[in-house]
Each structure stands twice: as C-alpha cells, then as structure tokens.
Nanobody
C-alpha cells in the first residue's frame, strides 16, 4: 500500500527556514518522481516543484525559485523540501504526492495518484 507521510511543518518568522520531509513506503522511491503541492485557506491546491527519478527539479511556481529546493534520499525513502527566505504568502498546508506513472514529473494534478495528509507551514511574525 502506497503511503506518504509529511513532517517538519510549523510556525516560522518571515525570512526563516524550514525543511519538510516526505517519507514514502509501499513502493520503490527510486523509480518515481515526487512533487510538493500547497494549499492556502480559501485557495486551490497548487503545484510547487517536483523531483524526477533522475534528481532533476521542475519548478511550477516562479515565486519559489531561488528559495525552495527539493532533494531525495532513496536509501531512506524520503524526499525533502528545503524552504529558505520564507514569506507570509508561503503559508499553506504542504502536501507531497506521487505520480501515477514512473520516472517523470507530470504536468497535471490529476496525474498524481497518491497523496500525504499534509503538514501546516505558517509564516508570521
């Protein structure tokens, strides 16, 4: 059974940093890309960035380029989201998701078939 569990969220001041983790189980992480999404109150879920099986990153949001980085540790079966220079607009529930197909990072939200429960990130002074 595919399972994704996020952790690492919390309250941070503007300009601060957080590292989120997405622990994967029930499948071989080596073969899959993993994406991070976020959803702010009253807004639709949006794609943030994705890492494919070859460690290539796709950024879906220009606003996080230069601030957010994604990495993976296949031995630990975990994907990380390092967030630096956090802004109040980054406040959201952050989800990791696995595509339905192997290897790549698809463009559409509907192409992701497995989701974690989310972790809250709040950026506020």
């Amino acid at each position: 059974q595919v399972q994704l569990v996020e952790s690492g969220g919390g309250l941070v001041q503007p300009g601060g940093s957080l590292r989120l983790a997405c622990a994967a189980s029930g499948f071989t992480l080596d073969y899959y890309g993993i994406a991070w999404f976020r959803q702010a109150p009253g807004k639709e879920r949006e794609r943030v960035l994705c890492i494919n099986h070859s460690d290539e990153t796709t950024y879906y949001l220009n606003s996080v380029k230069g601030r957010f980085t994604i990495s993976r540790d296949n031995v630990k079966s975990t994907v990380y989201l390092q967030m630096n220079g956090l802004k109040p607009d980054d406040t959201a529930v952050y989800f990791c998701a696995r595509p339905k197909i192997k290897y790549y990072c698809p463009a559409a939200l509907a192409d992701f078939g497995s989701w974690g429960q989310g972790t809250q990130v709040t950026v506020s002074s």
